[in-house]
């Protein structure tokens, strides 16, 4: 498995823009698609967005569509998420995932997380 370290989140009033930040550990990056995830208080973990391992194709919930953007470095064994006009309602813990292909939105799908981030956004 690939160990994965978020980092990034923060305060940020609404409208505003932060940049998550994923960092997987060893040589095989690239065999992992990657994905994004967050959970709210007393809410379950919701699918956010995945990269295939190519970076060739990205998938969005339909809530960040238009505002958040995935992309992956190589070079970097990073994965990022732009996110852009943030709501309150974007507020959670954020979870960065890997598994060897993407298979869709399940977090039972992703067999490797990290410890998550928190982002706020106030009001």
């Known amino acids: 498995q690939v160990q994965l370290v978020e980092s990034g989140g923060g305060l940020v009033q609404a409208g505003g823009s932060l940049r998550l930040s994923c960092a997987a550990s060893g040589r095989t990056f690239s065999t992992y698609a990657m994905g994004w995830f967050r959970q709210a208080p007393g809410k379950q973990r919701e699918f956010v967005s995945a990269?295939?391992?190519?970076?060739?194709?990205?998938y969005y919930a339909d809530s960040v569509k238009g505002r958040f953007t995935i992309s992956r470095d190589g070079a970097k064994n990073t994965v990022y998420l732009q996110m852009n006009s943030l709501k309150p309602e974007d507020t959670a813990v954020y979870y960065c995932?890997?598994?060897?292909?993407?298979?869709?939105?399940?977090?039972?799908?992703?067999?490797?997380w990290g410890q998550g981030t928190q982002v706020t956004v106030s009001s």
């Open positions: 990269i295939t391992r190519s970076g060739g194709s990205t």
């Open positions: 995932a890997a598994h060897r292909y993407y298979r869709g939105s399940d977090p039972a799908n992703y067999s490797s």
